[in-house]
């Protein structure tokens, strides 16, 4: 089966200090790659997408994140946090099911940002 | 460009209530689905849909029901809520190729269950 392992539930970081938030994926087949982000009291919205290519993906709000398919992992960074990036980061993978030829989109257990000044 | 629309914001059930949660996209999307969120849990997928009249389970089924009788509308039932159904509930949409396509979601409808 398929699944998508955050260990971080909470990073706190100091404004301009660098990030990286953790994820990495199991699966069997190919998969597609997501990091979603959610600011409080709203919905997920895209940061970015791994499909096919370059291994290293640049995203919204200078984000970026690199496949690295022999470790199963596609963490996420930023060279330098604002206060406006405090929200809660999810990784997913999207595998494409057999049983019932569809995809489903698998989430991680998402990471808590916490930016301080 | 409404996206994806969810209603009710918000909602206190009793155990026992009935309840349907409501989700509209208007982006002509095929794939359809219901996750909760748990805090430290992430997002769980409750049910999917790939297109008007098909529907089928996610990881946690239990104690829902869906339908699909359009392409815009994915409505997720509670029949006997329970105090474990309190959670936050997300549906998103996404274009017809599904797997390298990016989700749009709703923004939540908070379920309380007393």
């Known amino acids: 089966a398929q699944s998508v392992t955050q260990l971080d539930s909470q990073v706190p970081v100091f404004e301009e200090a660098p990030v990286e938030l953790r994820c990495n994926y199991s699966s069997s087949v190919s998969v597609y790659l997501f990091w979603y982000v959610q600011y409080p009291n709203q919905g997920l919205q895209l940061l970015l997408k791994?499909?096919?290519?370059?291994?290293l993906v640049k995203g919204i709000n200078g984000f970026e994140a690199e496949f690295n398919k022999s470790q199963t992992s596609f963490h996420l960074r930023k060279p330098s946090v604002h206060i406006s990036d405090t929200a809660e980061y999810f990784c997913?993978?999207?595998?494409?099911?057999?049983?019932?030829?569809?995809?489903?989109?698998?989430f991680g257990s998402g990471t808590r940002l916490l930016v301080r000044p | 460009n409404a996206g994806v629309t969810q209603t009710p914001k918000f909602r206190i059930l009793k155990i026992g209530q009935s309840m349907t949660l409501q989700c509209a996209q208007d982006m002509n999307h095929n794939y359809m689905y219901w996750y909760r969120q748990d805090p430290g849990m992430g997002l769980k997928l409750i049910y999917y849909s790939v297109g008007a009249g098909i529907t089928d389970k996610g990881e946690v089924p239990n104690g829902y029901n869906v339908s699909r009788s359009t392409t815009e509308d994915f409505p997720l039932r509670l029949e006997l809520a329970a105090p474990s159904q309190t959670s936050v509930y997300f549906c998103?949409?996404?274009?017809?190729?599904?797997?390298?396509?990016?989700?749009?979601f709703g923004q939540g409808t908070r379920l309380t269950v007393v």
């Open positions: 791994y499909l096919s290519g370059s291994t």
């Open positions: 998103a949409s996404s274009y017809p190729l599904g797997g390298d396509t990016e989700a749009f």
């Open positions: 997913a993978v999207s595998v494409f099911s057999l049983s019932d030829s569809s995809y489903k989109l698998i």
